[in-house]
């Protein structure tokens, strides 16, 4: 099987691109969540192959021999020998499960991080909007003991005598080390899960989707991050953190300048001189603007306090009106509107030189699809 294509990206993707397929992936296929048959081996793929191409020198090798380090090998293992399990890579991105870290105490479950989409109207509200998340939580089949309700209950790992640890020498040039690590038997549990969970398969606990309210900061912009405290992955030392990334949506008319907003008014050469009145776009509606006899091309207007609320400090900002003054193409001119021009011209005393359109001219504007 082809790596990338399981995980739907190009050779040449970054590392960035292969973490954000494979949470997608992942997600859609966990078992808690896809029943339907075979969800559960494309699971197993899809985490087999972010193994190797999350891994430099792993993915080198494999873009090199077309296959991970030691696979096809009599007893050779792509995944260093470490028994390999699609849920540790899958909790090592949404949630490890608590007490594998041997004599440490119980683990506080992972943080989530995920994005949410904010429109203007609701950065000026502080509005509280809702997030769609999915939480490692408690199994409510086996309440987190991990095995068969009425099943034989755990008994003491024989590898490391329930311990949860082992130890190794090693010899250096310093002389012999004796280093200590995590039982490969139980995980640092220190025991054994003899009848796992049917529901959760021994792991204690389920992946659960839930929608959570997040309290906007008034004027909130993009970039910024908002804890939820407790929203994260369950642990048994406590629950992790959720973290929102907020991601501004675009105004269709308006733009944005810290606490300021802008909207470019196109007026025509007439009104610029004369005056007259134009209407823009606020966040409360449309509201009507004088614009000043004389008015220049980039000069600007303000409607104070129609901006959004300083994130980090008092006031609000304003909605600042910047014109533009269009000047229309000779296609556009009536043959009155043209006369108009040349009289003004001649009244003023700007000598004019109109540029009549030639053969070349013609050809040109289908090229260009005009």
Request: hydrophobic letters at 30%.
């Amino acid at each position: 099987m082809d790596y990338y294509e399981l995980l739907g990206v190009s050779r040449t993707a970054s590392a960035d691109e292969i973490k954000s397929s494979y949470r997608k992936l992942a997600l859609k296929f966990h078992p808690d969540r896809n029943k339907e048959p075979g969800a559960a081996e494309q699971f197993a793929k899809i985490n087999e192959a972010y193994a190797v191409l999350s891994d430099p020198e792993k993915r080198a090798h494999y873009d090199r021999f077309g296959s991970a380090p030691g696979a096809g090998m009599p007893g050779g293992d792509p995944f260093g020998g470490m028994g390999f399990d699609p849920m540790d890579i899958f909790e090592q991105l949404f949630g490890g499960l608590g007490g594998r870290g041997g004599r440490r105490g119980p683990a506080r479950g992972d943080d989530i991080e995920t994005e949410a989409r904010v429109t203007l109207e609701q950065a000026r509200a502080g509005d509280e909007i809702e997030v769609e998340v999915d939480r490692l939580t408690t199994c409510e089949h086996c309440h987190g003991s991990r095995t068969e309700p009425g099943g034989k209950p755990p008994k003491s790992c024989p590898t490391c005598g329930g311990l949860g640890v082992v130890r190794a020498q090693a010899r250096t040039i310093f002389g012999v080390v004796e280093t200590q690590q995590p039982c490969p038997t139980c995980r640092g549990e220190g025991q054994v899960i003899q009848e796992p969970c049917t529901v959760c398969h021994g792991r204690g606990r389920t992946l659960k989707a839930e929608k959570v309210g997040v309290k906007l900061p008034r004027g909130i912009d993009e970039g910024y991050r908002i804890r939820v405290a407790g929203m994260g992955h369950e642990g048994p030392g406590g629950n992790g953190d959720l973290y929102v990334h907020i991601e501004m949506v675009p105004h269709p008319e308006l733009r944005r300048e810290a606490e300021n907003l802008i909207y470019t008014a196109s007026i025509s050469f007439a009104k610029a001189a004369l005056g007259g009145q134009i209407t823009v776009p606020t966040l409360d509606g449309p509201q009507t603007v004088e614009v000043k006899p004389g008015t220049q091309h980039g000069d600007l207007y303000r409607l104070r306090g129609q901006g959004l609320p300083r994130l980090q400090g008092a006031g609000v900002g304003d909605l600042v009106v910047e014109y533009e003054i269009a000047v229309p193409k000779p296609s556009q001119l009536t043959p009155e509107a043209r006369e108009a021009l040349h009289a003004y011209a001649r009244a003023v005393g700007d000598e004019v030189h109109e540029h009549r359109e030639g053969f070349f001219d013609r050809v040109g504007k289908i090229f260009r699809g005009e």
